[in-house]
C-alpha cells in the first residue's frame, strides 16, 4: 500500500481513533470526509471532538448514507503520508488488548510526531531502489561466521532466516567467546539476501550489534536508537521511520519504540538480551517489547530470535510449551567454552578461614592481574560506600533493635548536631545506651548506629552472636571497594563505574569496580580484549534483596560480566544456592528447573501472570472490591497498598483481561485513573 496520498470517493465516511485517553471513548468515531479532501486508512487527520479540534486516526472508510448526513467533517488531514495499513492495525490492537490499554494510547507509541520540514523533504526523495539481486549485501565475515553456526543446532534458524524454511521463533545463546553480534548479523544479511527486511531490536544503543547490524544494512538502514526517550520525537526519529513506512529502509535497528518501525515484507526480527528491563515500556500502555516483537514476527509470518544468558520468566514458558524453539550447542562443548568459576565459601565455619573483604583466591588473582600487566573487573554490589553494617568476626547483619533491619553508621548531623542521644518511642533507653537482648554495648560507646526502617537510633553494642564489636559493610559500595583497592594495588589505575556511559581504565595494568548500571555487552575500555579475572565479592547482598526475582536477576548479571573473561571468583556463604550452581554450571536451564517449584508455590511468573492495578488512595478501596468481584475466581488479588496499589496474580490472562474491560470502562466515565500494568516484572 502506498504511503502517500491517494484518491478517495465523493461522500465517505472515516472511522477515527481520536486521541483521548478515557477507556469508554476508545473506540471508533464516524466522521464525513469533505468532497475536496482525500484520506486512506492510517492517515492522520484532525476532527472536532467534545467542542475542540484534536488529532486522530483513521481506522476505516465506508460509503456515506442518508441518514448519516449530520455527521461533523473531518477538519484537515495532518501530513501527506499514511503511517499504518491493515495489517499494522491488527497489531496495534493486539498490543491494546493484551496490555488493557487503548486503542490510541498505542497508537502514540507508534506513530512519530509530525515534522513539516521532513515531510517537504520527502516528497522529493527519489522512489525505493528495485530489489536487485546483484545488490545483496553478503554474509557479514564470509566463511569465518559461517563456520562459527557449526556447534550449534541451528539448521533450521539458518534456512528459516534466509526465507529457504519455515518461520518460527528460536532462543539462541551465544557460546563464550563468540563474536554475537558478527553471527546476528549474519542473519541480517540472509535476510536481505532473501530478499525480505529486518528488524533488531538492542538495549545497548551503542553496542557492537547496533553499529554491525546498521553497517550490515548500509543505506537500506533506519537508526531508531534514540527512539526510546520521551524527548526524541524530532527531526532523527521522524526521518528513520517515514524511511520504514516508504521502503527507503530494510533495516530498522533501535530499543523498545523500534518494535513499531513499519517495514515492509518483514522476514526477520531479533531480540538481542531478551530479558534486559530496558524492553519494558515506562509509559502506558507498559508494554514489552519482546512480546509485541514475538507476535508481530508471528503475524507476518517472521522468524523471531530471541538472545541471552539466562531466559526470562517469560520466554522460560514459552520454551517448555514448545513455542520457541532452542537453537543451541551441546551441553559438552558449552562446559568447554565456558569460564572457570571459582566459588567461595564465607560461611566456612573452619578455623583460621579469612574473614577479610576479599577472600585469598580473589586476592591471589587480583594480584597476578597486577603483576602481569592485565584488566581486573570487580562486580560491586551497590554504588557509593555501602552502609548496611555485618559483624567482622561472624558475619552477622547488626540489626535494629526494634524492627530486625540493617543498622548503618548514623551520621551527626542526625543526631541534631548537637551530640544528644535520640529516642525512640517503641525504644527502651537505659542512659545512653540502647538494651539489646543478648548484647553489652561496645567499649569507647563514640560510634553510633540508626536504623532507615523505623527511626531508631543509638550507641553501638556489641554482636549478640559471638561478642565482637569490629563491624564492616555488609556489602561495600563500589567507591570504598575502589578506595581499598586503590590502596592495595598502587600500581594499578582502578576506576569506580556507576553508570552506564562511564569509563574504564585507561592503561594497564587496570582494575575496574564496576555497578549493575556500568555492565554493557562488551565495555568498551577492554578494546575487544578478556578481563583477566572477575571478581563479585559481595554476591549475598544481590540474593538477599527482597525481590522473588532476586536471584534470577543476579544470575544474568553474573552471566554478562563472566562472559568477559575465563575466569569468575564468586564469594558467596550460600554456595548451594541455585543461582551460583548454575553459574558454576554454565547451565540457565538448570537455574529454572531448581527455581520452578518454588515459583510454582507462589503463583509467580512463569506460572501465573501478574497485573499491578494503581488506583487513587481515596478510591482504592472501592476499585479492589470491584476488581475482587469481577475478576475468575482462579485469581488472586492482593492489597491495596497504602499508595492505592493492587497486585493479581492471574491463572488465565486473557480471561482477566477481559473481566477487566467494563470496569475500566466505568472508570472512565466516572473519571476514576486507574493504572493498568501488564506484567510489570517480565
Known amino acids: 500500500m502506498s504511503a502517500r496520498w491517494a ?40 476532527v472536532p471532538f467534545s467542542g475542540r479540534v484534536r488529532p486522530g486516526w483513521v481506522v476505516g472508510l465506508g460509503a456515506s448514507q442518508p441518514d448519516r448526513e449530520d455527521l461533523l467533517p473531518v477538519r484537515a488531514s495532518d501530513g501527506p503520508w499514511t503511517w499504518f495499513d491493515e495489517a499494522d492495525l491488527a497489531l496495534y490492537r493486539w498490543v491494546a488488548d493484551r496490555y488493557g490499554a487503548t486503542l490510541a494510547a498505542v497508537l502514540r507509541h507508534a506513530v512519530p510526531s509530525r515534522v513539516a520540514a521532513v515531510d517537504a523533504e520527502a516528497q522529493r526523495w527519489p522512489d525505493p531502489p528495485a530489489w536487485d539481486p546483484a545488490t545483496r549485501p553478503p554474509g557479514v565475515g564470509g566463511d569465518r561466521v559461517v563456520g562459527a553456526w557449526r556447534p550449534y543446532a541451528a539448521s533450521a534458524l539458518l534456512k528459516a532466516a534466509a526465507g529457504t524454511g519455515a518461520p518460527g521463533a528460536y532462543w539462541w ?54 527512539a526510546d526517550d520521551t524527548a526524541a520525537h524530532g527531526r532523527a526519529r521522524y526521518t528513520a521511520v517515514l524511511r520504514c513506512r ?41 508494554h514489552h517489547a519482546r512480546e509485541v516483537a514475538l507476535t508481530r514476527a508471528r503475524m507476518a509470518g517472521a522468524t523471531a530470535v530471541l538472545t541471552g544468558d539466562l531466559p526470562s520468566a517469560a520466554l522460560w514458558r514459552l520454551l517448555t510449551a514448545g513455542h520457541v524453539r532452542p537453537a543451541a550447542a551441546d551441553r559438552a562443548v558449552v562446559r568447554e567454552r565456558a569460564p572457570r568459576v571459582d566459588v567461595v565459601d564465607l560461611g566456612d565455619p573452619r578455623p583460621g578461614a579469612r574473614r577479610a573483604r576479599l577472600s585469598d583466591v580473589a586476592t591471589r588473582a587480583l594480584s597476578a592481574t597486577v603483576h602481569g600487566g592485565g584488566a581486573a573487573v570487580v562486580l560491586a554490589a551497590r554504588r557509593g560506600e555501602g552502609t548496611a553494617l555485618s559483624c567482622s568476626r561472624c558475619g552477622r547483619r547488626r540489626a535494629c533493635p526494634v524492627c530486625d533491619a ?42 553510633r548506629w540508626a536504623c532507615a526502617t523505623c527511626g531508631w537510633a543509638g550507641r553501638a553494642f556489641a554482636c549478640p552472636a559471638c561478642g565482637a564489636e569490629a563491624t564492616a559493610p555488609r556489602a561495600a559500595g563500589a567507591a570504598r571497594l575502589a578506595t581499598e583497592l586503590a590502596r592495595s594495588y598502587p600500581g594499578a589505575e582502578v576506576v569506580r563505574m556507576e553508570g552506564f556511559d562511564a569509563h574504564g581504565p585507561r592503561r594497564r595494568p587496570g582494575i575496574a569496580v564496576m555497578t549493575r548500571g556500568s555492565v554493557v555487552a562488551r565495555p568498551a575500555w577492554l578494546a575487544g580484549r578478556e578481563a583477566d579475572v572477575v571478581v563479585v565479592p559481595d554476591a549475598d547482598a544481590l540474593l538477599a534483596r527482597p525481590l522473588l526475582s532476586a536471584a534470577e536477576d543476579a544470575l544474568r548479571l553474573w552471566f554478562a560480566a563472566g562472559s568477559w573473561t575465563r575466569h569468575v571468583v564468586l564469594q558467596t556463604r550460600e554456595p548451594g544456592n541455585p543461582a551460583v550452581q548454575a553459574l558454576v554450571r554454565w547451565d540457565p536451564e538448570g537455574f529454572w528447573r531448581a527455581e520452578a517449584g518454588r515459583r510454582a508455590e ?54 482477566t483481561l477481559d473481566a477487566l474491560t467494563p470496569l475500566r470502562q466505568d472508570w472512565g466515565k466516572r473519571s476514576v485513573r486507574v493504572r493498568v500494568d501488564v506484567d510489570p516484572v517480565a
Open 602 to 655: 507462589l503463583a509467580w511468573p512463569p506460572h501465573a501472570s501478574l497485573l499491578t492495578l494503581g488506583a487513587p488512595p481515596d478510591h482504592a478501596e472501592e476499585v479492589a472490591a470491584a476488581v475482587r468481584g469481577a475478576l475468575p475466581a482462579a485469581d488472586l488479588v492482593l492489597g491495596p497498598d497504602p499508595d492505592g496499589a493492587l497486585l493479581v496474580k492471574s491463572a488465565r490472562l486473557r480471561g
Open 406 to 447: 540493617a543498622l548503618r553508621v548514623d551520621p551527626p548531623a542526625a543526631l541534631g548536631g548537637r551530640g544528644e542521644e535520640p529516642s525512640h518511642p517503641a525504644v527502651p533507653l537505659h542512659g545512653a545506651t540502647a538494651v539489646v537482648e543478648g548484647a553489652a554495648p561496645a567499649d569507647g560507646g563514640h560510634e
Open 246 to 286: 516508504t521502503g527507503h529502509a530494510r533495516v530498522a535497528v533501535g530499543g523498545r519504540a523500534a518494535v513499531f518501525a513499519p517495514l515492509r515484507d518483514l522476514g526477520l526480527v531479533i531480540v538481542e538480551d531478551e530479558a534486559n528491563p530496558a524492553y519494558k515500556e515506562r509509559r502506558a500502555p507498559r
Open 7 to 46: 484518491s478517495q470517493e465523493k461522500g465517505s465516511v472515516a472511522q477515527v481513533v481520536v486521541e483521548v485517553a478515557p477507556a469508554h471513548l476508545d473506540r471508533p468515531f464516524d466522521y464525513r470526509v469533505p468532497e475536496r479532501m482525500a484520506v486512506r486508512i492510517g492517515q492522520r487527520v484532525r
Open 173 to 226: 545463546r551465544p557460546l563464550h567467546g563468540d563474536d554475537a553480534a558478527a553471527l546476528a548479523c549474519d542473519l541480517v544479511a540472509r535476510a536481505l539476501a532473501a530478499g525480505s527486511s529486518a528488524l533488531v531490536l538492542t538495549a545497548d544503543p551503542g553496542g557492537p550489534l547496533a553499529r554491525l547490524a546498521l553497517a550490515t544494512a548500509g543505506t537500506l538502514g533506519a537508526d531508531l536508537r534514540g
